[in-house]
């Protein structure tokens, strides 16, 4: 039986790839998202094999988001073995520039909702023993830039909350892991490559999503089923 994984942010960027990549790899999906039309599109691309794919339009920058794509999973009566939080915004603004609903926002998506998809997937309703979840961290709050204090900040919670977990829910040997990837060649990064050259910081140039899909996968696979509480650099040679 193929396994059933949940993916959030799944329209664009390391979430849209990671979609790609494990749907090819012949796992069972459901796709979240804002954008309804984009996420009919990528289903319409993908849907040749006889694995299962669904689609579920949520928007997660409030817990309303989150509330939206289980419910949905329960009356779907669907049960999980993995979950990628891949969704997110931008965060590349100066700390003066960063005004309390700024800041709020950032950390309701990279942060809050996590935690909220989190306390509901580890529910014996929505997945399995053994199951993995993976979140989309970043080397931000590593190299700490300047103009990246809010998502820093955002994606530090994130890593303190994958540590914690992985002790909590060990339980039901449910791993909890991270992937922190330098610059990913995703729309989110327009307006960065219009005032820096890549290879200047990434000497390697900007990663390409598939190259996080990859990654994805393997931690949703037997392959990493002794790594839990990790984090793993994709560093495109950034000095860390």
Do not use: W
């Amino acid at each position: 039986m193929a396994k059933r994984v949940l993916i959030t942010g799944a329209s664009s960027g390391i979430g849209k790839a990671s979609a790609k990549y494990l749907y090819n790899c012949g796992y069972d999906l459901v796709l979240s998202g804002r954008s309804e039309e984009k996420l009919s599109e990528l289903k319409n691309s993908l849907s040749y094999k006889d694995n299962d794919l669904k689609i579920i339009a949520a928007d997660l920058s409030n817990n309303d988001g989150v509330k939206v794509i289980f419910d949905f999973c329960a009356e779907n009566k669907l049960i999980f073995d993995g979950m990628l939080h891949s969704a997110g915004i931008d965060g590349n603004k100066l700390i003066k520039l960063c005004d309390g609903e700024y800041l709020k926002n950032l950390m309701q998506v990279h942060y809050f909702a996590f935690m909220e998809l989190c306390r509901n997937f580890y529910k014996k309703s929505f997945s399995n023993d053994g199951a993995s979840i993976i979140a989309i961290s970043s080397v931000a709050n590593i190299v700490c830039v300047k103009a990246s204090a809010a998502y820093a900040c955002a994606k530090s919670a994130v890593d303190t909350a994958v540590k914690v977990m992985s002790k909590e829910f060990m339980k039901r040997r449910i791993r909890v892991n991270a992937i922190k990837p330098a610059l990913v060649d995703t729309p989110l990064l327009d307006k960065t490559r219009e005032v820096i050259n890549i290879f200047d910081y990434q000497p390697l140039g900007y990663i390409e999503p598939e190259y996080i899909a990859f990654i994805v996968e393997f931690l949703l696979s037997e392959k990493s089923k002794y790594i839990t509480g990790s984090f793993i650099p994709v560093s495109a040679g950034m000095d860390l």
